[in-house]
């Protein structure tokens, strides 16, 4: 038997592998379009860009696992249907389960193994990906003067270069707006050539011009306190020198990200939702005694006194000129409502945001475990099923593959969006959708057992015809 168990476990890995890496690259390419319009154009270098691959590629591990065993549980199992190994097999006296035992302990391992990277490695990977996301962000694009066009990413300056040389140092036709010093367009430099070049370690940019002319506009648009509206200065020779440093990649200090769900692990997620319950909590109950000043408490009508408004003398003597008390009355009694309302809505969006942001911690509790149990149910699915179909390779497994993975993706989303929402308990809502998935597994595995023709045109002919039967 071991020698039976060495053989499947050596024709599911292969396949696991291949398609490990296949799911890997394609999310992870997914996931690299949605920021790829931040990272081009900055000359990151090909470490910055490799270490925001591995980060990332980390964090689609929990994504990824699920599919894979899905694909190579249909196709191992699958191409051993239809060399009729499992066949051979059960010849033997071996049952269909005795068959997937070895690769279910595997799965079963891999699933544990999840369910730790998820809890531990992968917080500390989302921390070092989206800090580094967030520096690169924060780098300016790198320079790129185009000919005919300003260039407006030097802080305080428009230049125009209207012929680059090859060399792309020396520059032909230059115009510069300095808006360093405020106003509008106050200096204006023109030359004939200039050359640029960094120093310093690229750290300050470097822009030599050659016989030109510098216009100053002294009054800023101001003619009525000087007859005199532009000075002219004509040079030889001029340097003007930029500073890089916002060019440059600047890491931000980790801390400072650490608060965000994604890099917790479950015993801080778990403390963070437990407060903001207990906050939440406080806040629910403190709405009575908050509301309470907005209501008036009428008094008893003595003296001067009249449903708790201090009536004047004048205003009280005929019965006719009671109007005016009664239009104030319910003029306060309006405003009073008015303010109540405000009040209380304000609250219930508060008590809302954290209602929803601690079903936002806790879903990230419960998916640590529902990403991990998915490894095992994909596997249940696909490993009977494949038995089933007897069909390897790359064809109808990863049809099949892809359909249920969209099945387990949807119900995921469906659940985590009720959760979030309070339509469901956040557990229900996270598990939904490896409960629904999960009876269907089982179901294929006792058909499978009974070598049940589950996908065969004949096998639905026969339950059809026996359907008629029941029903005459």
């Known amino acids: 038997m071991k020698k039976l168990d060495k053989l499947i476990l050596r024709s599911f890995a292969g396949p696991f592998v291949l398609t490990f890496a296949v799911v890997e690259f394609i999310l992870l390419t997914q996931y690299i379009l949605k920021y790829l319009d931040e990272l081009v154009g900055k000359d990151l270098g090909a470490e910055v860009f490799a270490e925001l691959l591995f980060y990332f590629s980390i964090n689609m591990v929990p994504l990824a696992l699920p599919l894979a065993v899905l694909v190579s549980s249909l196709m191992t199992f699958g191409t051993m249907g239809e060399h009729h190994e499992l066949t051979a097999i059960k010849t033997t006296g071996i049952a269909l389960p005795r068959v997937l035992r070895p690769v279910f302990f595997l799965v079963l391992l891999l699933t544990v193994g999840a369910f730790f990277f998820n809890n531990y490695t992968v917080p500390k990977a989302n921390l070092k990906a989206y800090s580094l996301l967030w520096d690169i962000r924060q780098k300016k694009p790198t320079m790129n003067f185009k000919e005919g066009a300003f260039y407006n990413g030097l802080p305080g300056y428009s230049i125009k270069i209207n012929e680059k040389l090859d060399d792309d140092k020396t520059l032909r036709d230059i115009m510069i707006y300095d808006h360093s010093k405020g106003g509008t367009n106050t200096t204006v430099i023109l030359a004939d050539s200039g050359q640029m070049y960094t120093e310093h370690n690229d750290n300050y940019l470097?822009?030599?011009?050659?016989?030109?002319?510098?216009?100053?506009?002294?009054?800023?648009?101001?003619?009525?306190?000087?007859?005199?509206?532009?000075?002219?200065?004509?040079?030889?020779?001029?340097?003007?020198?930029?500073?890089?440093?916002?060019?440059?990649?600047?890491?931000?200090?980790?801390?400072?990200?650490?608060?965000?769900?994604?890099?917790?692990?479950?015993?801080?997620?778990?403390?963070?939702?437990?407060?903001?319950?207990?906050?939440?909590?406080?806040?629910?109950?403190?709405?009575?005694?908050?509301?309470?000043?907005?209501?008036?408490?009428?008094?008893?009508?003595?003296?001067?006194?009249?449903?708790?408004?201090?009536?004047?003398?004048k205003v009280l003597q005929k019965d006719a000129e009671l109007i005016p008390v009664n239009a104030d009355i319910l003029q306060v009694a309006t405003n009073k409502a008015r303010n109540v309302k405000s009040f209380t809505s304000s609250y219930i969006e508060k008590v809302n945001t954290l209602t929803r942001d601690a079903n936002n911690y806790e879903i990230e509790i419960w998916r640590k475990y529902t990403q991990s149990a998915s490894i095992l149910i994909m596997f249940l699915i696909g490993a009977p099923l494949g038995a089933i179909i007897k069909k390897g390779g790359l064809g109808v497994p990863v049809l099949i593959s892809i359909m249920f993975f969209i099945v387990l993706y949807v119900l995921a989303i469906l659940g985590e969006k009720w959760a979030r929402e309070g339509l469901l308990p956040v557990g229900i809502g996270m598990w939904g959708a490896n409960v629904i998935l999960l009876p269907i597994g089982l179901f294929f595995l006792y058909q499978a057992r009974n070598d049940s023709s589950l996908l065969e045109v004949d096998f639905w002919r026969k339950f059809l015809t026996r359907l008629k039967r029941n029903k005459i």
């Open 206 to 313: 470097v822009l030599e011009l050659f016989k030109g002319n510098t216009y100053v506009d002294q009054n800023d648009g101001n003619y009525r306190n000087s007859s005199e509206q532009f000075v002219r200065e004509k040079f030889d020779a001029s340097k003007i020198v930029f500073s890089l440093a916002s060019f440059n990649l600047d890491r931000t200090r980790e801390e400072l990200f650490s608060d965000n769900k994604m890099m917790k692990n479950i015993d801080q997620l778990t403390t963070v939702t437990d407060s903001l319950r207990r906050f939440n909590a406080r806040e629910k109950a403190m709405y009575a005694p908050n509301v309470d000043p907005f209501y008036m408490y009428f008094k008893a009508d003595t003296g001067d006194v009249k449903n708790g408004l201090k009536i004047h003398d």
